[in-house]
């Protein structure tokens, strides 16, 4: 027993040296550790018998190297391929970060401007950047900061660009200045579809109705009569050279009312909803107690990067709001975030790659009309609107923004009252004259404030069929002269169908007063076409006024560059101009109404006389006669009580 256990013992003891000896010789053969795991890990190398020569020994593992260096050669990066030094740590242990980049970007600001009228305008923009191509037909089924819901609104209805945008209250531009982005009056989509759409009414129905349930709007009210084809008036705002204006829709509904139930949806879009970041301001009940109220989105394809090799899409969000808070007779006016919105910033939204403040002390540089505060002393210049304006700037994702308090509230305090606005180069009013209710006449003012430059502008006129223009009545005249513009596009109304589409290019001459007037007559509609309260009238639209007005600071084209997202939404392609888009008030009309309280008066008639005729011949049909004899005399009564007493029959 003990001999065989030591001849097991010596057998064991001979095959473990010659394993490590044929180891130790590809080890010498290959200079790479990649090799030398394959020789390790190939079952025939280790039953290689020792007696094998040294030329049969190395082809193989010469082979290998070769193969091994080929697949080194194609994965290795820059810094690797240059070393000459071997790895020697084994293939099984390399582990390369296969994490892609983050696909999408989030972030939001915040615009807080003093008006000269002692009002405060805040400015509320959430931008979010997905690297994706909706339009080659990408399908995508992984969200993460873009909305999944709008992400399949653009997939399913191959949607180039979607701009909607809902509005309590008018922009009084005379006193507040330009808005950062304009809108009208309640409710206004324009959406550009692709071309490979076939049937884009049936789409835009389609469409419509689905942005109803998702903000919670009465978008499913626009139809045909309320739809125009624009020709030059609306381009997009995005890449791409899209022209054929078959493709776009515009619509409005200027009698929408803006309330809670539209906000909440809104906020849902956001990354991180009305819970961290700027959105924890957007309080409704603050919100609504505004002199103007305005929330938008916007979806656009945009550069990825400044040689716009690759696409993005661009969703923003926008809130505009107007708070009225100098009260005459208080002896002070100050304002802050919580007397604004009932809320103070704790931190910034966890996604969002920037969020900031901005304030607006162009007006007062050197801080002689109002004190803000906490101070800062970042400030930044932006191109808003033509004009170089200069921000304080409050970045919230620093924390020594917030303080030790962990808070930021903050003020600012009016030390005068002085100073005076300019006024702004282009804006425009509308309004109905006449009397009666046959025939009116539509009269559009725009103004041009410039002292000595001249610019066209292009004004797009969608009113509705039930007032019938008569274009021939068409006049254009600007300081008493006759202006005839040098581009015209009409489309006549049909009746219940199709609204009128009137565009004209019209030049402005310097510091005059363009009026644009057309006479129309109103019809009359069937019983079933009046809403509830018809004699309340019936809105048209705002006219919509485009434009280049000149500028005297030349615009940044580089939309690359880092800068506040609320001067880069329109595009500007000329170094003397910036683009801007005006719109006028709805007007509200009356029609001939008839009498609707007649019915009523008729049917209370007719019931009345319908109840006493049928009532008395229903009497007289169900009623029973019975003949009644006549009754006896005093005595006679008398004498059949004393005989009823004495229990004889009466008489």
């Known amino acids: 027993m003990a001999a065989h256990r030591c001849s097991h013992s010596a057998l064991l003891l001979i095959l473990c040296s010659s394993w490590v000896f044929i180891v130790v010789g590809s080890q010498e053969t290959t200079p790479t550790g990649d090799h030398h795991a394959t020789a390790v890990d190939n079952p025939q190398t280790v039953t290689e018998t020792v007696e094998q020569t040294e030329q049969t020994a190395e082809q193989p593992a010469v082979e290998e190297e070769r193969r091994w260096e080929a697949t080194e050669v194609e994965e290795a990066t820059p810094d690797e391929v240059a070393t000459d030094k071997p790895d020697t740590s084994a293939p099984e242990t390399v ?73 309590q209250g008018y922009w009084r531009t005379m006193q507040w200045g330009q808005p950062f982005l304009p809108s009208p009056p309640g409710a206004e989509l324009w959406v550009w579809f692709q071309d490979s759409v076939t049937d884009v009414d049936g789409t835009w129905k389609e469409l419509t109705n689905v942005l109803s349930g998702i903000f919670c709007a009465s978008l499913n009210f626009i139809d045909s009569t309320n739809t125009v084809q624009p020709s030059a008036s609306f381009k997009p705002l995005g890449i791409g050279n899209e022209t054929d204006h078959r493709f776009l829709r515009y619509a ?49 394809p945009v550069c990825k990067d400044w040689q716009c090799k690759t696409t993005s899409w661009e969703l923003r969000q926008t809130l505009n709001v107007v708070f009225d808070l100098h009260t005459p007779g ?51 210049q932006a191109m808003v609107l033509g004009d170089r304006r200069t921000f ?133 509609l069937k019983w079933t076409e009046y809403t509830p309260d ?68 008729v049917i209370c008639l007719t019931c009345t006389v319908v109840a006493v005729g049928y009532g008395s011949l229903y009497n007289l049909l169900t009623r029973s006669f019975q003949i009644e004899e006549p009754s006896p005399g005093l005595a006679k009564r008398i004498a059949n009580i004393i005989r009823k007493m004495r229990g004889v029959p009466p008489l």
Not at 572 to 585: P, Q, W
Request: proline share 7%.
């Open 95 to 167: 582990v390369h970060s296969s994490v892609p980049p983050p696909k999408d970007d989030f972030q939001e600001e915040l615009v807080i401007r003093p008006l000269h009228s002692g009002d405060i305008y805040a400015s509320f923009q959430f931008r979010t950047l997905w690297d994706t191509d909706f339009l080659r037909g990408n399908k995508v089924s992984h969200y993460r900061l873009f909305p999944k819901s709008l992400g399949q609104v653009i997939s399913k209805f191959s949607v180039r660009e979607l701009h909607i945008s809902f509005t």
């Open 534 to 601: 018809p004699n309340h009238g019936f809105y048209v639209g705002s006219s919509v006024i485009s434009s280049l007005v000149p500028s005297i600071v030349a615009m940044d084209t580089n939309s690359t560059r880092e800068k506040p997202l609320f001067s880069s939404f329109f595009p500007c392609k000329e170094e003397s101009s910036y683009f801007m888009r005006v719109y006028t008030e709805p007007l509200l009309v009356n029609l001939p109404t008839p009498d609707f309280s007649m019915p009523y008066n």
């Open 392 to 524: 304080s700037v409050y970045d919230l994702t620093q924390q020594i923004t917030f303080g030790t308090v962990r808070s930021l509230n903050l003020l600012i305090r009016w030390k005068s009252s002085e100073g005076d606005m300019l006024r702004p180069l282009l804006h425009a009013e509308r309004y109905v004259a006449g009397y009666g209710l046959q025939t009116g006449e539509i009269h559009t003012l725009m103004y041009n404030n410039h002292p000595y430059r001249s610019f066209p502008v292009l004004l797009l006129e969608s009113v509705p069929w039930y007032l019938r223009l008569y274009i021939h009545t068409l006049t254009v005249t600007s300081k008493g002269k006759d202006n005839k513009p040098s581009y015209i596009h009409y489309e006549p109304s049909k009746d219940r169908l199709r609204p009128h589409l009137l565009e004209m290019l019209v030049q402005l001459p310097p510091n005059s007063v363009t009026e644009v007037t057309v006479q129309f007559e109103r019809a009359l």
């Open 252 to 300: 409005t509904l200027p009698r929408e009312i803006v309330c809670t139930e539209n906000l909440t949806p809104w906020k849902k879009l956001l990354p991180c909803g009305s819970k961290a970041g700027l959105a924890v301001l957007l309080k409704s009940e603050k919100l609504f107690h505004s002199s103007f109220h305005s929330q938008a989105v916007h979806i656009r």
């Open 330 to 380: 208080q002896g002070k006016r100050e304002w802050n975030l919580f007397k604004m919105f009932s809320r103070t910033l704790t931190e910034a939204c966890p996604l969002a790659s920037s969020s900031k403040i901005y304030i607006d002390i162009t007006d007062d540089p050197q801080g002689e009309q109002y004190e803000v505060s906490p101070a800062t002393h970042l400030l930044s």
